[in-house]
């Protein structure tokens, strides 16, 4: 069974950074593109960038400028790092294969105030 473990994300103030990481127990880390998505209150959960097994990037409009994804294949790990954040990036923000295959971890609550 594989399993994502996310941290990094808590309290910031409109403007502020994060890094966001997360862990994946499977094998073959390195051979998968990964990605990361969010959910807000209210709405659907969103994919908001993907990396390829060649580095490859890809982000949501919504985020674009202000996100960075990287992976350490080493490490089974997937960062984002996330700079002049604002109100409406508040969400609970989550990685997955991309496109997603397996289930979801606990996710990394992301709260930034105005």
């Known amino acids: 069974q594989v399993q994502f473990v996310e941290s990094g994300g808590g309290l910031v103030q409109s403007g502020g950074s994060l890094r966001l990481s997360c862990v994946a127990s499977i094998n073959y880390f390195g051979a998968f593109n990964m990605g990361w998505y969010r959910q807000a209150p209210g709405k659907q959960r969103e994919s908001v960038a993907s990396?390829?097994?060649?580095?490859?990037?890809n982000y949501a409009d919504s985020v674009k400028g202000r996100v960075t994804i990287s992976k350490d294949n080493a490490k089974k790990t997937v960062y984002l790092d996330m700079s002049n954040l604002k109100p409406e990036d508040t969400a609970v923000y989550y990685c997955n294969q991309d496109p997603v295959l397996w289930s979801w971890g606990q996710g990394t609550q992301v709260t930034v105030s105005a």
């Open positions: 990396i390829t097994t060649s580095g490859k990037t």
